[in-house]
């Protein structure tokens, strides 16, 4: 369940549960308080949000290093990358507005999880260890200058 401020709100979440012993490649969202690190909204699909987070425009070469072996492992890259990495700019619309998670980012662990974001819902209805939102949850979320997320198994 995902808290803000002690209530429930509606989400999404990875397909192998919530965790508290997150590793990579196990498709489960980390259990815990998850701080809000930035913003990436795609410009040419939405509008850019009201938030006091860092806002960025992603553009086609932008990626995320989730090659746990790979010394940029859990941080955003430029594409081509020759380590394993997801693409940022899809073709699907989970990314058109996405929040960069505080999950294994300080420090970066290898194996311990990368690329934890708060994303837009993809068409299967899980995923991959992300929290999806609607649009419009996800964006009075991040207006309301709130520090992060508390994600909880209860």
Sequence with gaps: MLFINGEAIPALIGRGGLRSDKSEGDQATPVG???????????DRVSRPLTRLRVEALAPDDGWCDDPSHRDYNRQITLPHEGRHERLWRDDHCYDLCVILGWNDDPVIAGRGSAIFL?????????????????????ALIQTGEPGIEIRAD
Excluded: D, K, Q, W
């Design 33 to 43: 308080f998850l701080p809000f690190r930035h913003v990436f909204y795609r410009a």
């Design 119 to 139: 994303h837009l819902p993809p068409a299967s209805g899980a995923t991959e260890g992300c929290i999806a939102l609607t649009e419009p949850l996800l964006r």
